[in-house]
């Protein structure tokens, strides 16, 4: 065969070499660009091609030599982008990876739960602002500075501010919302509280709390007590049942404590209803008429009732959890437990 036909038939070779093959690949990279490649010892032979043709023999070994290397890297990144590792190709009928998905947090789950209950006869959710003034915190709320009541939620003030502080309870939303908006008002305020206490397995120095207000004309008590006892139907079961004990809060007047009844099975029971069977829920109340009008609510003309619970303390009620630190520790072991969605 004439030199010219086999450099020929090489490149027809190289061009029209294709693989999916990884070791067919490697067997084409022997062959043209292994140490003793098929194109090396053609080099040799210029000497015997004629020397008006020595020039072209040149480039056509050059380009026979280039495009090898091409059609070899080409291929190889296709390969890589369909191969997995060891270079085989995968195998398309093994299942999928599990994807890892997250869980809610036990804290999210019951607040929207709480939510829900309460969005599904008529209250909408108003939120505001965590750092709070002392003024919607406290005065606006008939707590002014030297009330004792101040000492019931000991405070986080913004350092070398007094007038500033980390609100204490999400009744602030109360007052923010009473500023700014006439009756009727008909709103929950869930969020995040603080409050200067030892941390224990009972308490802690953050938490959260839902917060309810109403207010129109014409509301009573009555309608305080239907709400919540359809509150507690709704979270607790269709046959929940709930008792009222009178209580103090400045807010409210009258003010009264919700117990749900949580039964006697078992030890635990007896521990945790302190041997009563009743199990506190939230504090509640008629809104007390200074307040109304701290925030040009006229108090002649309308009443009101509110409420305020918090989120950790129902949580640890329906998942029997015994320590509140668990909820802010964000142990992976404990996060996972609960319900991934809903
Ligand atoms: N703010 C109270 C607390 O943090 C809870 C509360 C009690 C809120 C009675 C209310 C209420 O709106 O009427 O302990």
Same mark, same amino acid.
């Given at each position: 065969?004439?030199?010219?036909?086999?450099?020929?038939?090489?490149?027809?070779?190289?061009?029209?070499?294709?693989?999916?093959?990884?070791?067919?690949?490697?067997?084409?990279?022997?062959?043209? +660009?292994?140490?003793?490649?098929?194109?090396?010892?053609?080099? #040799?032979?210029?000497?015997?091609?004629?020397?008006?043709?020595?020039?072209?023999?040149?480039?056509?070994?050059?380009? *026979?030599?280039?495009?090898?290397?091409?059609?070899?890297? =080409?291929?190889?990144?296709?390969?890589?982008?369909?191969?997995?590792?060891?270079?085989?190709?995968?195998?398309?009928?093994?299942?999928?990876?599990?994807?890892?998905?997250?869980?809610?947090?036990?804290?999210?789950?019951?607040?929207?739960?709480?939510?829900?209950?309460?969005?599904?006869?008529?209250? =909408?959710?108003?939120?505001?602002?965590?750092? $709070?003034?002392?003024?919607?915190?406290?005065?606006?709320?008939?707590?002014?500075?030297?009330?004792?009541?101040?000492?019931?939620?000991?405070?986080?003030?913004?350092?070398?501010?007094?007038?500033?502080?980390?609100?204490?309870?999400?009744? =602030?939303?109360? #007052?923010?919302?009473?500023?700014?908006?006439?009756?009727?008002?008909?709103?929950?305020?869930?969020?995040?509280?603080? &409050?200067?206490?030892?941390?224990?397995?009972?308490?802690?120095?953050?938490?959260?709390?839902?917060?309810?207000?109403?207010?129109? $004309?014409?509301?009573?008590?009555?309608?305080?007590?239907?709400?919540?006892?359809?509150?507690?139907?709704?979270?607790?079961?269709?046959?929940?049942?709930?008792?009222?004990?009178? =209580?103090?809060?400045?807010?409210? $007047?009258? #003010?009264?404590?919700?117990?749900?009844?949580?039964? *006697?099975?078992?030890?635990?029971?007896?521990?945790?209803?302190?041997?009563?069977?009743?199990?506190?829920?939230?504090?509640?109340?008629?809104?007390?008429?200074?307040? +109304?009008?701290?925030?040009?609510?006229?108090?002649?003309?309308?009443?009101?009732?509110?409420?305020?619970?918090?989120?950790?303390?129902?949580?640890? +009620?329906?998942?029997?959890?015994?320590?509140? &630190?668990?909820?802010? $520790?964000?142990?992976?072991?404990?996060?996972?437990?609960? #319900?991934?969605?809903?």
């Amino acid at each position: 065969m004439d030199i010219f036909d086999r450099v020929k038939a090489l490149q027809e070779e190289i061009d029209q070499f294709t693989t999916q093959d990884a070791e067919a690949l490697e067997a084409f990279r022997i062959r043209f +660009l292994g140490s003793k490649n098929i194109i090396k010892p053609l080099f #040799s032979e210029i000497r015997n091609v004629p020397n008006e043709r020595k020039k072209e023999f040149g480039q056509l070994l050059n380009t *026979l030599k280039q495009t090898a290397k091409e059609k070899y890297d =080409s291929t190889r990144a296709g390969l890589a982008q369909t191969t997995q590792k060891g270079g085989d190709i995968p195998d398309l009928t093994l299942p999928g990876m599990p994807v890892a998905e997250g869980a809610f947090h036990p804290v999210s789950i019951i607040m929207d739960e709480v939510i829900d209950i309460f969005r599904r006869i008529g209250f =909408s959710v108003a939120e505001d602002r965590e750092v $709070e003034e002392d003024w919607y915190n406290f005065t606006a709320m008939n707590t002014p500075e030297d009330h004792p009541a101040r000492d019931m939620q000991d405070t986080f003030y913004v350092l070398n501010d007094p007038g500033r502080l980390l609100r204490t309870h999400t009744s =602030s939303v109360q #007052s923010r919302v009473m500023t700014t908006t006439q009756p009727p008002i008909r709103i929950i305020a869930p969020g995040r509280v603080y &409050r200067n206490e030892t941390v224990s397995a009972r308490s802690h120095c953050q938490f959260h709390q839902v917060e309810g207000l109403y207010v129109a $004309e014409g509301v009573s008590f009555a309608d305080l007590k239907q709400t919540i006892l359809y509150y507690a139907r709704e979270m607790y079961g269709p046959d929940a049942r709930i008792r009222l004990r009178p =209580s103090y809060f400045p807010f409210t $007047e009258p #003010s009264a404590e919700v117990d749900v009844y949580w039964g *006697l099975k078992d030890e635990t029971d007896y521990r945790i209803t302190k041997g009563t069977g009743w199990l506190e829920i939230l504090g509640c109340g008629m809104v007390d008429p200074a307040v +109304l009008e701290n925030c040009g609510i006229d108090p002649d003309k309308y009443t009101g009732f509110a409420f305020g619970m918090g989120i950790e303390r129902q949580a640890m +009620l329906k998942y029997r959890i015994d320590d509140i &630190r668990l909820f802010f $520790e964000n142990d992976r072991r404990f996060l996972s437990q609960f #319900s991934a969605a809903k």
